[in-house]
């Protein structure tokens, strides 16, 4: 289950799910690394992690990962920005 306008859902089942993410992201006030990783609980999923180096204010990068996770049924996975300054 999503929650909408945010990046977090729900899974209603245990199991082992296979999660794939793509985002364009930007840093709004610098030049430097942008990332994003996917976390279960707010724990980080290893292997989710991508990230990128902006060379110039507002540049975007594309940021994709693919992670298989084994989950209990009700955890929460979020996407969250790794890095600050990240929209």
């Excluded at 899974?11 to 942008?34: D, H, M, P, R, W």
């Excluded at 999923?45 to 990068?61: E, Q, R």
């Amino acid at each position: 289950i999503h929650t909408a306008s945010t990046g977090t859902f729900t899974l209603n089942e245990a199991g082992v799910y296979k999660i794939t993410y793509s985002v364009v992201a930007t840093n709004s006030t610098s030049n430097g690394v942008v990332g994003v990783e996917l976390e279960s609980n707010s724990t980080p999923i290893p292997g989710s992690k991508s990230s990128a180096t902006i060379t110039a204010t507002s540049d975007l990068a594309t940021l994709a990962a693919v992670a298989l996770v084994n989950a209990s049924a009700s955890d929460e996975i979020t996407l969250n920005s790794t890095e600050n300054n990240v929209t």
